[in-house]
């Protein structure tokens, strides 16, 4: 947020895709809950019938916000633990023998699908894409059509290059072929509508975090008929589907996040998009040679909350990001994997990027400012220019 009584912010936060600022509206809904409201929703007095109707309350206000019935709502820890248990549910009550996904998935679908294909539960196979990270539906199909009794999950937006699916499409082949839909809209939740009566998914996922909720709370929606094995056992909450006393005050702020998200969604759209134009015009105009990774610049094919940006190989890379939080500019980053033994992204080791090359990325929000933006281009800028003297 900016400084009124200075030009430069007292930080300039583009790590929106990480985690968002909370809302005040929704830290305000929330105060009671961590007060007043202090009855466990399982307990049969008062207050703790109280409690439980604020859940059933968010639960229906996420519900219909997302086009569901209430009983298709789970709340759950986070995104996370939702893709997880579509993952594993699905395999394990509804005897699936492959998945399909690709590798460009959040680890958090990647890593419980390897898991169970390295116990030999699944067969895993991963759709091919192009070098931007834009994937073969044709590929998708003749996957399909060659395995049966198949998990399908491929994500509405990537989380580090914001590369766009068009998980409409997606679905209507995996429903020609039974197969069973995850998509992960963690990235994308909040910042488009989404109406699972006009998508042909099974799963999909919420974290309220990403769209300035609290942490720690999420929600899985589940297509009715598709209910699968929990996770967690040791308790009858969530309707036996996921055990352990609710996150209450986290749940209702989730509800009034997604409320506030979906009823203000042109307004903040517009003005994200407008800041993320103004990063890549002033970016492309004050460092030589910059590039975008995959689809981040192509405004109808990618995630306007998010611009993977690549910079030209200097000495400054291994430490630019630290550079830049000396410099008061919040981001994050990425490589391409040269070895099996380097950290790295996954991501753009998959599309090949140049490992000598640094990315950032910058990932906004509707409490963004033009201003900000023209600082972090200053100081990255500035951060290069200094090498090159």
């Known amino acids: ?35 007043q409201h ?49 993952a594993f549910g699905s395999v394990r009550t509804l005897g699936l023998k492959h998945a399909i996904t690709s590798p460009l998935e959040h680890h958090a679908v990647l890593h419980p699908l390897q898991a169970m294909a390295k116990t030999g539960e699944i067969e895993l196979h991963y759709v091919r894409h192009d070098a931007q990270g834009s994937l073969d539906l044709v590929h998708l199909e003749e996957l399909l ?39 992960d809209t963690v990235q994308t939740m909040g910042h488009y509508r989404h109406d699972v009566q006009k998508l042909r998914n099974h799963f999909l996922v919420g974290s309220a975090h990403k769209f300035h909720g609290p942490k720690g709370v999420g929600f899985l929606y589940t297509r009715y008929g598709f209910q699968v094995s929990p996770l967690i056992y040791g308790g009858s909450q969530e309707r036996n589907v996921r055990s352990g006393t609710e996150n209450v005050y986290g749940i209702v702020g989730l509800a009034k996040a997604l409320e506030i998200a979906v009823r203000d969604l042109g307004t903040h759209q517009a003005h994200v998009q407008g800041l993320k134009d ?39 890379s291994e430490m630019l990001l630290f550079n830049l939080d000396i410099s008061k500019v919040a981001a994050s980053g990425g490589s391409a994997c040269t070895s099996g033994a380097q950290a790295g992204s996954h991501v753009l080791d998959a599309l090949g990027c140049d490992p000598d090359r640094a990315t950032v990325r910058f990932s906004m929000s509707k409490m963004n400012t033009a201003a900000e933006v023209d600082y972090a281009v200053a100081q990255l800028a500035k951060l290069y220019r200094r090498v090159a003297v």
């Open 145 to 183: 059509a060659a395995h049966s009794l198949t998990f399908v999950s491929l994500m509405h937006a990537n989380n580090e290059i914001g590369n766009l699916n068009n998980i409409e499409a997606i679905g209507n082949i995996c429903a020609q072929f039974d197969a069973v839909f995850h998509t």
């Open 38 to 86: 202090y009855g466990n929703p399982s307990s049969l007095h008062g207050p703790g019938r109280q409690v439980r109707a604020a859940i059933e309350n968010a639960r229906k206000t996420v519900a219909h916000l997302v086009g569901a019935a209430p009983a298709e709502i789970t709340f759950t820890s986070g995104g996370t633990e939702a893709d997880n248990y579509a």
């Open 1 to 35: 947020m900016t400084n009124p009584a200075s030009s430069a912010p007292a930080f300039a936060y583009f790590d929106n895709a990480a985690t968002t600022p909370l809302d005040p509206e929704v830290l305000e809904a929330m105060l009671p809950f961590l007060s």
């Open 278 to 316: 103004r990063f890549i015009a002033k970016l492309s105009a004050e460092i030589d040679d910059v590039q975008f990774n995959g689809c981040s610049a192509v405004a109808d094919k990618s995630l306007y909350t998010v611009l993977s940006v690549s910079l030209p190989p200097s000495p400054i």
